[in-house]
């Protein structure tokens, strides 16, 4: 595929970008806590506009599929099925946590992106730097206690990158478990940029289905928690 354009709203961050020919050649992210229902596609045509590419010039369509906010990953997910459909084009998915994990590509040691997950629980994934540039997976993404997380890093010797602007939420904790095997990405540095996901998603094979395509989220939405847990005390009342 040539053009793509990638789309990324998981977070606070609202990322848009158009890569051609394995180079990016726009991208526009913003991290504010304002609504990405009303921003979204205006941001997609202003993107579209500035490199004045048409939607039918696109050859795909590249999405954060998660985890991260339930609602985020829902519209961009959305928003992305319904360009790829009614342009009738291939739909790529990336993983939200293989996105930020991109900072730390170039460092020597394991690279962890983390989204806090409430109730000191984190959406997070583990993977190995490489001489080439390139990250593997190591540990599969999960949601997972952070206390879990950490026991399973203490007995890495390596240097452990975490990523994520949730991080700051867990520095203290990760830093005591960790000592100076911890180091910390950046404040100035995205932890998520739509221009990698689309670099990525010049890797990857479209889904199959878009229509039944779903998100990742890792774990049910908390209003259907609750449901199920109403339910479960109503059968046992």
């Known amino acids: 595929m040539t053009t793509i354009i990638g789309i990324d709203t998981s977070s606070y961050r609202l990322g848009v970008s158009v890569s051609k020919d394995g180079v990016v050649i726009a991208e526009y992210s913003t991290m504010l806590k304002k609504n990405h229902a009303l921003r979204l596609m205006p941001t997609v045509e202003r993107v579209l506009n500035d490199v004045e590419i048409k939607p039918s010039d696109l050859d795909g369509v590249a999405v954060a599929k998660g985890p991260g906010s339930y609602t985020g990953v829902r519209m961009a997910v959305t928003t992305a099925k319904t360009l790829a459909w009614s342009l009738n084009l291939p739909l790529i998915a990336v993983s939200t946590l293989e996105v930020m994990a991109q900072v730390g590509r170039y460092i020597n040691g394991l690279v962890v992106p983390l989204i806090d997950a409430r109730r000191g629980t984190v959406f997070s994934a583990v993977y190995q730097s490489k001489s080439t540039g390139s990250l593997e997976e190591v540990l599969e993404e999960s949601h997972i206690t952070l206390t879990a997380l950490l026991d399973k890093l203490r007995t890495q010797n ?20 960790l000592g100076h095997l911890a180091q910390f990405a950046q404040k100035s540095l995205p932890s998520a940029r739509a221009g990698a996901l689309c670099a990525l998603a010049q890797e990857k094979k479209p889904v199959d289905n878009i229509h039944g395509f779903t998100p990742d989220y890792h774990r049910l939405p908390e209003a259907e928690v609750n449901w199920q847990h109403e339910q479960q005390q109503r059968n046992e009342s």
Do not use: R
Request: charged share 30%.
């Open 158 to 177: 390596q240097t452990i990158l975490f990523v994520g602007e949730d991080v700051a939420l867990h520095s203290e904790k990760i830093e005591t478990e």
